[in-house]
């Protein structure tokens, strides 16, 4: 069973994927996050990690980074073993790079990683406060109450009952007024869930809980 979970699941993922959802998540995000603290983040559905990675460079270049607690969590336990690693690839980079600079960013993206040999390690400073476990977003519940949750391009392999379960479970899981984030092709408004949430960025697809 493992062996084909492994298989089935779909890891898709890159570092800063969509480059205009990372602008959005700096100008209207950061600052709220910006207003706490101290603050929980939810990544679900993380896959092999990249988009935390982005999310913690994020918040390193905004000077949040040490204020946060980030939960990566993922069905597939070898998905989370490769991202608990930090290593990928260096055959990647080049694209990630210019993801990274697509999203704004104003750095040298390769102060984040160590490359050697055929591989990227991203360092320690930006993946020490990410903690990796599984969940499975059909069967278990909350575990924490969070201020953004992060939840990309997995309700759409979802069937309409178990999207409105995944919301259900987001609702309860966020804190007044926190933040959802939902992949390009997703949406609230066709899981009846429009009464829940307001939009922050409808393109990006950010939205936060009502309170």
Sequence with gaps: FHHFLQTITVNVTEIFRDANFYKSMREHVIPILASYPKFNLWHAGCSTGEEVFSMCILLKEAGLLDRAKIYATDINVANLERANTGIIPLK??????????????????????????????????????????????????????????????????????????????????????????????????????PNRFEAIDRTAKIFRRKN
């Design 92 to 193: 990647y980079m080049k694209d990630y790079t210019s993801n990274y600079i697509k999203a704004g960013c104003q750095h040298d993206f390769a102060d984040y990683y160590t490359a050697k040999y055929d591989h990227a390690l991203i360092k320690k400073e930006i993946r020490e406060n990410i903690f990796f476990s599984h969940h499975n977003l059909v069967t278990d519940g909350s575990f924490n109450e969070f201020h953004f949750i992060c939840c990309r391009n997995v309700l759409i392999y979802f069937d309409t009952s178990l999207q409105r379960r995944v919301i259900d479970l987001f609702y309860e899981s966020l804190s007044t007024l926190g933040v959802l984030a939902l992949g390009l092709k997703e949406s609230l408004m066709m899981i009846d869930h």
